[in-house]
């Protein structure tokens, strides 16, 4: 994912500064050609970009009506059908902090969770992890080490993983990604542009409300994240969640998943090179988990050691009796 040209970082960081409402439309400074990387979304993952300057789409786009038809008053965006957006201020950036839980009746059901191909021990490990540490599905937030690059959906998804998240929604159900992001030029605008205006970040949001839109989060997640992580793991081409393997169980995968999700790969390294000092069976995952909380603790991350802890001891990932 390119990042964020300077000059939008600079106007950005200018405007939270001076106190500006942060869901005003952004305007270009006078007298300098603002410019833009697009990027196309394509069936699958076969991604282009280009740049153009913004007073060229202002001309010739046919997704400015769709765009100007979504009115923002104060932090609420309202849709031409009536559906509103209620968005929140991190920092003078818009977001959206989300209204449709992992777990609840606008989620996809446990079986649609396992369509991605997940065993059973893999599904309740990421429904867990997904509900109490994870997003909601619709929630759009920003980064702004990454020079305010949006995450959106229920891990959440930044960069390539979102662009192919909405690659894959698009192939699948090409009307629907129409109605809610096409309509609205979504195929030409870079990711780092839209976060900057909020009718846009609104759209995104809404279109998290869409069952496809979720399916399309939970396939890229699993294909693009968990998978690559648990294939890494594997020693002598054994699955580290093979039966009989360190992390067999819905609670240690639901540890190396956590661990994926708060510190990335070398979280889940540490992890798995604990379980390989103590390889009992078929708790070896879960006494890695219990040293790796440990170690949290004594290194002043108390927060993400009470987490680890949640994972060790709730009921939820007790296996069936």
Known sequence: MPAAPARSVREANHHSRSGADPFREPEPAPGRASREENVHLRSGTDLFTETRSR????????????????????????????????LGNDGGRPIHRGTVAVR????????????????????????????????????????????????????????????????????????????????LGFDATALTLFAEDPRMIAALARAGRERGAQ?????????????????????????????????????????????????????????????RERPEPPVAGEHAGERLAEDLRATGRSRDAFEVWRILTTPELADPS
Do not use: N, Y
Not at 234 to 258: C, M, Y
């Open 104 to 183: 609840g009746p606008c989620a996809p059901s446990r079986e649609e969770l396992m369509g991605p191909g997940l065993t059973e021990p893999q599904a309740r490990a990421l429904d867990f992890v997904l509900a109490w540490f994870g997003h909601p599905f619709d929630s759009v937030t920003s980064e702004p080490q990454s020079g305010a690059e949006p995450r959106w959906g229920a891990w959440p998804l930044s960069g390539t993983t979102l662009i192919a998240a909405l690659a894959h929604w698009k192939q699948h159900e090409p009307e629907a990604f129409d109605a809610r992001l096409g309509r």
């Open 215 to 275: 399916r399309a989060q939970l396939e890229t997640l699993v294909t693009h994240v968990l998978r690559p992580m648990l294939d890494s793991c594997a020693q002598a081409e054994t699955a580290v969640d093979a039966p009989g393997g360190l992390f067999a169980s819905a609670r240690a995968l639901a540890l190396l998943f956590h661990a994926e999700l708060r510190f990335g790969r070398r979280g889940v390294t540490r992890l798995v090179t604990l379980a």
């Open 55 to 86: 007073e060229a789409e202002a001309q010739d786009s046919p997704f400015r009506a769709a765009r100007e038809a979504l009115r923002l008053q104060g932090p609420v965006v309202t849709f031409p059908d009536g559906a509103r957006v209620v």
